[in-house]
């Protein structure tokens, strides 16, 4: 036999045991692969989408393939990304959850119930993009910038440190009377915000330097923090997204309940980002109130 030959017949023999370790992966227990085929799959996760919305959708002007994507959007919303965690309008005690449906309290007697009233309405605060390092009495040894904002910055008076940038609140994303989602930005601006973090409104500009005008009314942020990025919201993780999937979460966001956020104090600067104008809010708000006020979410 000459060497040719054994390599030849080796390499043989990995392939055939390539094929079996990968037969074996591929084809899981029977079970799971009757829920879980090809297709299909996204078939269930847009089923579930639909039983765990907490709202009542408008599907009034969707054709099929929109619907799917609303299944597919609201499965990515509520059991994924959380979005509400952070969107949401509510306050304390209960936050996003209805009272007497807040699962993290003992003694529930609704179970887990979203409040449809406050639901991606926005509001929710979340301090300066980057704490004042004298604030948290330091940053840890090596960290860069090794302390926050850069020396020169005036004392804030609303702290008594110093400035390190406006509040950083969540924005409403509820759909306006036109049915666009968030604030009427397109498709395609959507997708930029998801795939960049651009915030179209550029509501918290990076300071040019301790003395820029934006200082004294309190709205840009100090570097090395770059303002034309959204802070907190979770655009490098949700930047790995299909197009496909931004697009569901878009759609689905057109179809929820328009919220005319005047509860839940705006972020600073700009014209009033949380307000949004619903047309006949009276009945579109109303409506989600009525229909799941005591309604548990479905799946708990
Ligand atoms: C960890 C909290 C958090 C989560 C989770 C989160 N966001 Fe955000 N999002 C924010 C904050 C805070 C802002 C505003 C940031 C700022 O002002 O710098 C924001 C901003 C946005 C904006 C920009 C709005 C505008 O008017 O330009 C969009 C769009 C958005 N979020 C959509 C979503 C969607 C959709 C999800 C779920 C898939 C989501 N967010 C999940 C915190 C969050």
């Not at 979460?249 to 104008?277: H, K, M, Q, T, W």
């Amino acid at each position: 036999m000459n060497t040719r030959l054994v390599l030849t017949s080796a390499g043989g023999a990995a392939v055939a045991l390539a094929a079996v370790v990968l037969a074996g992966i591929m084809s899981p227990p029977r079970r799971v692969e009757a829920q879980n085929r090809g297709n299909n799959d996204e078939d269930q996760l847009i089923r579930i989408g639909y039983e765990i919305a907490p709202v009542p959708l408008n599907l009034e002007r969707k054709n099929g393939e929109q619907r799917r994507l609303v299944g597919l959007g609201s499965y990515i919303v509520n059991a994924q990304a959380d979005c509400n965690g952070c969107h949401t309008g509510g306050a304390p005690p209960n936050f996003n959850y209805a009272n007497n449906g807040n699962p993290y309290f003992l003694n529930q007697p609704l179970g887990t119930v979203t409040d449809p009233t406050t639901y991606l309405a926005g509001g929710s605060p979340f301090g300066p993009a980057v704490p004042s390092s004298a604030s948290v009495g330091g940053f840890l040894p090596n960290s860069i910038p090794p302390s926050y904002p850069p020396a020169g910055y005036p004392t804030d008076p609303n702290t008594g440190f110093p400035y390190a940038g406006p509040g950083i609140v969540s924005r409403n994303l509820t759909p306006d009377k036109n049915g666009l989602p968030e604030g009427g930005h397109t498709l395609e601006q959507f997708k930029e915000i998801f795939r960049t973090g651009i915030d179209f409104d550029n509501i918290h500009p990076t300071c040019l330097s301790p003395t820029d005008p934006n200082v004294a009314l309190g709205i840009c942020i100090p570097p090395p923090v770059d303002g034309s990025k959204l802070q907190i919201m979770p655009w490098p993780a949700f930047h790995n997204m299909t197009d496909h999937q931004i697009e569901a979460i878009y759609e689905y966001l057109s179809v929820i309940p328009c919220i005319d956020n005047d509860f839940a104090p705006p972020p600073a600067g700009a014209p009033n980002e949380l307000r949004n104008d619903c047309g006949d809010t009276a009945s579109r708000h109303g409506a989600a109130v009525s229909r799941h006020d005591t309604q548990p979410n479905a799946r708990r």
